[in-house]
């Protein structure tokens, strides 16, 4: 205090001092530093304990969904013993279905290269970043293969992607728009095989392959009813349509999509998404297949278009499953050209 009653003035020390004093409630002076006032480290603390409820909820749901089943109907389709069936289901596995390219091990590659039929007995890895994923044995052995598995099982597995323990598949295989007719010839042919012994194992995912189970993939079914037979053989714009959309998958590689849930992004047929190949430098990108400039169905005439599919895989590794579309008929070939030519184009010229 001052002799007149009023407050004492500080020395210059002490007005350093009270300078330096923070603000209350917010930060305070200690050795090495300033420490997080209270509220501020509440906020943190709870900021820190929502975030992890948050990934133990995730984990959780995702160790509870990501082998969640669907219901899905059975096709009431039967397999056939009549020969010219089984030899249409041959035709289809061994070409524009393309069956061969993924369901033949390894081991038998070379002889399939060469043009031996071999067992489809499976084995084939893709290992990539969702697991590690084995293609299974589609021989009719009881133990191992498709034996222990009804008509039914695998009409609703080619039809509805949903596999026998109910699980949703990959959609590695879309086959929703296959006839009926085209169903049982191809069940009718596998059938028909010699069964081989030949374990494959069941997909092994990585927490990331669990969690697009748990959230992303589901089974897709038609979204109108299949057609009870396919068109007949001959070149026409019908034939090619059936094959290109139904069987070949074209549009699988052929059109831009989603990384994640795997749905189209881009126009139909014009050129897709890059590609490993067996070599990690190179990478592939399915070309557009229509009319467009640029386009493979404007570049190439119909003749050199079959000429194409004659001279089977240029470049090793390529997706692009050339053996087996190298067995389809000059009328198959061309009538998918027809077909690539006659689908509308849209966006910019390249």
């Known amino acids: 205090m001052t002799s007149g009653g009023g407050p004492a003035e500080l020395d210059p020390v002490e007005r350093g001092e009270a300078m330096l004093q923070p603000a209350r409630g917010i930060v305070k002076p200690g050795r090495g530093g300033y420490f997080v006032a209270p509220m501020i480290k509440k906020i943190l603390m709870w900021t820190g304990v929502s975030l992890v409820s948050i990934v133990a909820i995730l984990v959780i749901t995702v160790a509870f969904r990501w082998n969640r089943t669907f219901d899905a109907p059975y096709p009431p389709l039967v397999a056939s013993r009549d020969t010219a069936v089984i030899a249409r289901g041959r035709y289809l596995a061994y070409?524009?279905?393309?069956?061969?390219?993924?369901?033949t091990p390894p081991s038998e590659r070379a002889a399939l290269r060469a043009g031996t039929l071999?067992?489809?007995?499976?084995g084939m890895l893709f290992d990539i970043p969702p697991g590690k994923f084995h293609v299974p044995n589609l021989t009719p052995d009881s133990a191992m293969g498709i034996g222990r598995r009804s008509d039914g099982e695998i009409a609703r597995m080619l039809r509805y992607g949903v596999r026998a323990d109910g699980r949703a598949a990959l959609p590695f295989m879309e086959y929703q728009y296959m006839s009926d007719s085209d169903v049982v010839a191809v069940i009718s042919f596998l059938?028909?095989?010699?069964?081989?012994?030949?374990a494959v194992p069941d997909h092994q995912f990585t927490w990331i392959g669990k969690a697009?189970?748990?959230?992303?993939?589901?089974?897709?079914g038609p979204s109108s009813p299949p057609p009870a037979t396919a068109p007949p053989r001959g070149p026409t714009l019908e034939r090619g349509a059936y094959l290109v959309d139904a069987i070949a998958n074209c549009a699988g590689c052929h059109t831009q999509r989603s990384m994640v849930?795997?749905?189209f992004t881009g126009p139909k047929l014009q050129g897709g998404i890059a590609m490993e190949t067996n070599n990690p430098a190179v990478k592939l990108t399915p070309p557009d297949l229509t009319s467009r400039p640029g386009g493979r169905t404007a570049l190439w005439t119909e003749d050199e278009f079959v000429a194409r599919f004659r001279a089977g895989e240029r470049i090793p590794g390529t997706p692009m499953p050339w053996q087996p579309f190298g067995r389809m008929s000059d009328d198959d070939l061309r009538s998918i050209y027809r077909y690539l030519k006659s689908v509308p184009v849209s966006g910019p010229t390249p």
């Open 212 to 220: 697009v189970m748990a959230f992303v993939i589901k089974p897709v």
């Open 95 to 103: 070409g524009p279905a393309h069956c061969s390219d993924c369901h």
């Open 118 to 122: 071999v067992p489809l007995s499976g």
């Open 191 to 198: 059938r028909s095989q010699a069964p081989v012994a030949h």
């Open 261 to 263: 849930s795997g749905a």
